[in-house]
T-cell receptor
Framework: RKEVEQDPGPFNVPEGATVAFNCTYSNSASQSFFWYRQDCRKEPKLLMSVYSSGNEDGRFTAQLNRASQYISLLIRDSKLSDSATYLCVVNNNNNDMRFGAGTRLTVKP | NAGVTQTPKFQVLKTGQSMTLQCAQDMNHEYMSWYRQDPGMGLRLIHYSVGAGITDQGEVPNGYNVSRSTTEDFPLRLLSAAPSQTSVYFC??????????????FGPGTRLLVL
């Protein structure tokens, strides 16, 4: 079983739609959590960190449930420019970052 | 401020050849790391370093060596390339490592094909 699991998608949604991605992790000692975005043939870039209380950045909302070892990302009012692969990332307390395989999103006009 | 740079961008090797992938950062970050990315697998940590002179193994270290003689540079060496090492390699850095909730900054990647 992978340490970080994501639905690979692809998710194909129309502009303006709301879409949610889920991620589960297996290591209960994990300390910090992130969502990264990766465009085709490019390097990953941080989208947002995920805090225990949940956090929002514009159209993006991230949630963390430590008891269920579950992370989510909600994108509201999807834009064409949101098309990318979204990577769930978990950091264990020994500097060991673990990445999910990514969820691919395509937003269509 | 160039961030994280990697060379080469593309490389084709024959089985058994050796090579070094270069990585440099100009942000004075303590933490540097190497990942490989394969289809359906996500990024997997190969080796990482928490400072000059200190390296440690990640999830998939076999077949790779690293060294960290300076804060800026973190080269990855393939001693005897194998087709299973065909992948996209990313170098990343952060001030102290993601355990403090820090962003990792990635280089543009090196695409390696081993024939």
């Amino acid at each position: 079983r992978k340490e970080v699991e994501q639905d690979p998608g692809p998710f194909n949604v129309p502009e303006g739609a709301t879409v949610a991605f889920n991620c589960t992790y297996s290591n209960s000692a994990s300390q910090s959590f992130f969502w990264y975005r990766q465009d085709c043939r490019k390097e990953p870039k941080l989208l947002m960190s995920v805090y225990s209380s949940g956090n929002e950045d514009g159209r993006f909302t991230a949630q963390l449930n430590r008891a269920s070892q579950y992370i989510s990302l909600l994108i509201r009012d999807s834009k064409l420019s949101d098309s990318a692969t979204y990577l769930c990332v978990v950091n264990n307390n020994n500097n060991d970052m673990r990445f999910g395989a990514g969820t691919r999103l395509t937003v269509k006009p | 401020n160039a961030g994280v740079t990697q060379t080469p961008k593309f490389q084709v090797l024959k089985t058994g050849q050796s090579m070094t992938l270069q990585c440099a950062q100009d942000m004075n970050h303590e933490y540097m790391s190497w990942y490989r990315q394969d289809p359906g697998m996500g990024l997997r940590l190969i080796h990482y370093s928490v400072g000059a002179g200190i390296t440690d193994q990640g999830e998939v270290p076999n077949g790779y060596n690293v060294s960290r003689s300076t804060t800026e540079d973190f080269p990855l060496r393939l001693l005897s390339a194998a087709p299973s090492q065909t992948s996209v390699y990313f170098c990343a850095s952060s001030p102290h490592g993601g355990r403090l909730g820090e962003t990792q900054y990635f280089g543009p990647g090196t695409r390696l094909l081993v024939l």
